[in-house]
């Protein structure tokens, strides 16, 4: 009898989303499309920006599994996308989501999420060679460095009041390199916490900080003087107003510091900070419940201390989205 009660409340539902950008920079393109609360904000370092501007088309789509349990209500949802590049194709990749939400009381939810992004290429790079190499020559050869990301994520809301639902979360991942770059496999953990906030009934407020420390191999990394292990802090805010019948405005600052921890003197991340500021402007207009048009622009701006002048990065969309 419960097993016919839930097949009777469960419902499936699906969607997808088209987005078209210009980008400046392909290097960074992907680093700042996911510095963001609910992305990966801390990608791997790119060594080498300024990679050439490019077109570049995200189809994403989803299905969704909702029903009734006896905790309360449960979701299971598989997401899937890319980011295909017209001129830049090294840089085409794709991205996968699976997400386990249970309810656990009324005003609590738990999450489960496993991201997977394989193929991520950073672009070209110097490839180090081991210490006890004399080649002069192959210290300067480049190579494409590209890489996996796992990440598995918890997160805890709690529904405090009508108006604000605070949440809190920890991530585990890693990241693996392929060759000659798998010296810099990394795993990370983060802690976080996000507040979102009903400021009016057309003004809401999202805001959240992360903590993360990644990890390499002392073993590996020794070899070739490199290390980019790092600690990370990272913090944004999002609000959210609704300004006209349907028509929705969304604007985004963030900022990151990474700190990072490498020993080895003779290393370029020695003694090495970076900092991110990044900033995002989206409207959204809502034809019908379903369906919604957007345009949107973004500008980051990061630094190494061991760097002379500023990297500064722009992105500018256009796309659709539908539910059914």
């Known amino acids: 009898m419960l097993l016919s009660a839930n097949s009777v409340q469960a419902e499936w539902s699906a969607g997808f989303d088209f987005n078209t950008y210009y980008t400046d920079d392909v290097g960074l393109f992907s ?5 963001s609360l609910d992305e990966d904000p801390t990608q791997p370092i790119v060594d080498e920006p300024n990679q050439g501007s490019d077109f570049v088309y995200e189809p994403n789509a ?40 249970q309810g656990l009381t009324e005003r609590t939810k738990l999450s489960l999420l496993y991201d997977f992004i394989p193929g991520l290429y950073i672009g070209k790079n110097a490839a180090p060679q081991p210490q006890h190499s004399a080649s002069e ?7 494409d460095e590209q890489l996996d990301s796992h990440i598995l994520a918890m ?9 604000l639902i605070l949440r ?31 400021i009016t009934p057309d003004i809401e407020l999202v805001a959240g900080y992360h903590f993360e420390r990644g990890y390499t191999d002392s073993d590996e990394t020794v070899q070739y003087q490199d290390d980019i292990a790092y600690i990370n802090h990272f913090a944004s805010a999002e609000l959210k107003i609704h300004v006209l019948h349907g028509l929705f405005l969304n604007a ?14 003779g290393d370029t ?29 973004q500008h980051g701006k990061r630094k190494f201390n061991y760097e002379s002048d500023s990297v500064r990065n722009n992105n500018v969309w256009i796309g659709a989205e539908c539910h059914f």
Do not use: C, M
């Open 269 to 297: 991340h020695y003694n090495g900070n970076e900092n991110v500021f990044q900033g995002e402007l989206e409207l959204v207009y809502e034809l019908t419940e379903l369906t919604a048009l957007k345009t949107g622009w």
């Open 62 to 101: 989803y299905v969704r599994w909702d029903t009734v349990n006896n905790l309360g209500e449960f979701q299971l949802s598989l997401d899937a996308g890319g980011y295909i590049f017209q001129d830049h194709s090294d840089y085409t990749h794709g991205f996968f989501q699976l997400a386990i939400e």
């Open 155 to 163: 997160h805890l809301d709690y529904q405090l009041t009508e108006a």
């Open 252 to 265: 985004i600052f963030d900022y990151e510091h990474n700190d990072y921890t490498s020993s080895y003197v």
């Open 137 to 143: 020559e192959h210290d300067k050869h480049e190579a």
């Open 31 to 35: 680093v700042t499309r996911r510095l």
């Open 168 to 198: 809190g979360l920890v991530r585990y991942g890693i990241r693996l390199y392929d060759p000659p770059f798998s010296y810099r496999d990394t795993q990370f953990f983060t802690l976080g916490s996000h507040a979102e906030w009903l």
